[in-house]
């Protein structure tokens, strides 16, 4: 067998093994003793207070989703409403409590409260 002949030879064998263990690798044996188990993890983040006093929305930072308290300290209900509209807590009641839940998307959140057009504040969320 010349030089030549006995190369392609090789190649040839190589690329039919190749191919077999190729082909080998995709098929695998279920083993009866193995076991793996994945717990869930679970993130809570606490609810962040969102204080209106004196006809004023307090300075708040949110995670994004995050669970807002509204803490009306006033004695006139309010609301904390976006001016987009996408959300909004409802009439929290003088001297009340109410919550909405914070936006999903990061960014800086222009409110209002629709009783008392004289009210703006701005939300952020992280």
Do not use: E, W
Not at 16 to 24: E, N, Y
Not at 59 to 65: D, E, F, L, P, S
Request: charged share 15%.
């Amino acid at each position: 067998m010349t030089y030549t002949a006995t190369r392609k030879l090789i190649v040839v064998l190589a690329a039919v093994a190749l191919a077999f263990g190729v082909g080998a690798c995709g098929k695998s044996k279920k083993s009866s003793s193995a076991t793996t188990t994945t717990a869930a993890v679970t993130t809570t983040v606490a609810p962040v207070d969102l204080a209106v006093q004196n006809f004023q929305f307090a300075a708040i930072t949110v995670k994004a989703g995050g669970k807002i308290n509204v803490v009306n300290k006033d004695q006139k209900p309010h609301t904390v409403t976006a001016d987009d509209n996408s959300f909004d807590s409802g009439t929290v009641p003088p001297s009340g409590t109410g919550s909405l839940t914070a936006p999903t998307k990061a960014g800086s959140y222009p409110i209002h409260c629709k009783i008392h057009a004289n009210m703006h504040g701005t939300l952020v969320v992280q």
